[in-house]
């Protein structure tokens, strides 16, 4: 089993984050701008609909795991996995199904946390662009909000409404998370089972701020309407170590 020293602590693998409170909101956004955004990593960004991509953010409270407790936001995009074809273009939920079927991932382009120990492990062990912000989360009201602020900028003020139910307990989902660090691009085996799980289409509202991740959403077009928006109340997740792909 491999293991990883962490500020003295080992961290086996793979990680367990046995309880967190997630939210996420979902946005159609211009395919040229988000390959614009990630080319660095040189994954591309996939077209769930001609000439859009799939950027989606989210917020959690990591209340029980191996890497402590901690709030978290993120920005990551669809992406096509190495090598593969483009989906056929056949309508969203088609292109969907058909990425997922050649095994799509999600890119991590910003992941700022906002406790140390879960910032070193996050970019040594995974390459994630993980770094220090300040991460205030409102969870226990009926919308969920979420206000990110960068070196004393906001970058944004996210409000989430929950929808409806989604039937079934348990829902259980593997996609892998892909990640770029100092050149090198890394694939990251991520499997999530998740309770408590509401949706609905659009039920966002984003206030953008004058930080230079903010400058990059609104180039995505943001604000706008999102085009689906989910909350979780009780998400356990698995991840394993990571690999070039």
């Known amino acids: ?41 040189r994954l591309d960004a996939a077209e769930v609909l001609p000439g859009k991509a799939l950027c989606t953010l989210v917020f959690a409270d990591y209340t029980d795991g191996d890497l402590g407790s901690y709030h978290e936001f993120g920005v990551a995009f669809l992406i096509r996995p190495p090598g593969a ?24 382009h910003w992941l700022p946390v906002d406790q140390g120990f879960t910032l070193e492990a996050g970019r ?23 206000i990110v602020r960068k070196d004393g900028r906001l970058v944004l003020d996210l409000l989430i409404k929950p929808g409806t139910p989604v039937p079934g307990n348990g829902m259980a989902s593997v996609l892998d998370a892909y990640s770029h660090q100092d050149g090198v691009t890394r694939r990251i085996p991520w499997s999530i089972s998740s ?49 070039e792909p």
């Open 85 to 108: 074809d483009p989906a056929p273009r056949r309508g969203l939920r088609a292109s969907l199904w058909e990425l997922h079927r050649l095994g799509a991932g999600a890119f991590i």
């Open 1 to 41: 089993m491999a293991r990883h020293l962490i500020q003295g602590r080992e961290i086996a693998m793979p990680v367990r984050i046995r309880d967190a409170a997630v939210c996420s909101a979902s946005y159609l956004v211009r395919a040229d701008a988000a390959r614009a955004v990630i080319a660095y990593s």
């Open 124 to 146: 040594t062990i995974w390459g994630l662009p993980k770094e220090l912000a300040d991460i205030d989360l409102r969870l226990s009201s009926p919308y969920k909000r979420c």
């Open 195 to 243: 309770r408590g799980v509401r949706m609905r289409p659009g039920g966002a509202l984003i206030r953008l701020g004058n930080h230079s991740v903010a400058k990059e959403l609104s180039e995505l077009g943001l604000p706008k309407r999102a085009l689906m928006t989910s909350t979780v109340s009780h998400l356990s997740m698995t991840l394993g170590e990571a690999k």
